[in-house]
């Protein structure tokens, strides 16, 4: 089964624009979550969509935002980048009710300068 | 703020030896508590799982230990081996989202 995609793997944006980042889940994880990776912050969670509907939000501004399709897959836009977006933005899918046992892909490295 | 943390950010380890990795969470509620390890230029990974309801759940080469009265929570891995270096992270399932520690990087020494 092939694992959790992500695209693009880098990102070189400049402060003021948006991006738009794209992911996979595994075939039949319904559930998608992202998260920022950061070396101050750790593992952050951004929101959590499931069957196009997010079920969870973690604490960032609304310029972050995302959506998922009807084939599970998800986006995640952010808008007005700052220098402190720079980070790696991790998706994650999991089995319904196996929340907890998230399976990632390898990150999308988005550079603001 | 509730939070989960680790207590090293670093551990080297002989080849061959049982590493322990720990943990201190601070919130009750949560029902899981899970063991992820990061490899370089990868996503984290899921090594194992344990409901709060338990002390000890066992896997290939793992264990994690759960202390709910000192909220604190262990894994440990038997004949550390070099595929075993990586940031290991602690994560609770809390309010249906996974809270994530700080991580500590295991080293390897030959």
Redesign the interface.
């Known amino acids: 089964k092939a694992g959790v995609t992500q695209t693009p793997r880098y990102l070189i944006k400049t402060r003021g624009q948006q991006v738009t980042l794209s992911c996979s889940p595994i075939s039949g994880h319904r559930s998608v979550s992202w998260y920022q990776q950061t070396p101050g912050q750790g593992l952050q969670f951004l929101f959590e969509y499931f069957s196009e509907t997010q079920r969870n939000k973690g604490n960032f501004p609304g310029r972050f935002s995302g959506r998922q399709f009807s084939n599970s897959r998800s986006e995640m836009n952010v808008s007005t980048l700052e220098l402190g977006d720079s980070a790696l933005y991790l998706c994650a899918s999991s089995l319904m009710g196996r929340e907890y046992e998230q399976y990632f892909g390898p990150g999308t490295r988005l550079t603001v300068t | 703020g509730e939070s989960v943390g680790l207590h090293l950010p670093t551990l080297s380890v002989q080849e061959g030896d049982n590493s322990i990795i720990n943990c201190a969470y601070s919130n009750s509620a949560s029902d ?1 508590f ?1 063991w ?1 390890k990061q490899e370089s ?6 090594i194992i ?1 344990i409901r709060s309801n338990m002390d000890k759940r066992q896997g290939q080469r793992v264990t994690v230990l759960l202390n709910k009265t000192v909220k604190h929570l262990s894994l440990q891995i038997a004949a550390t081996q070099p595929g075993d270096s990586a940031v290991y ?1 602690c ?1 609770e ?1 809390r ?9 500590t990087r295991l080293h390897i020494l030959p």
């Open positions: 899981y899970i992820y230029g990868k996503g984290p990974q899921f799982d992270f994560a399932n309010d249906d989202k996974i809270i994530f520690g700080k991580g």
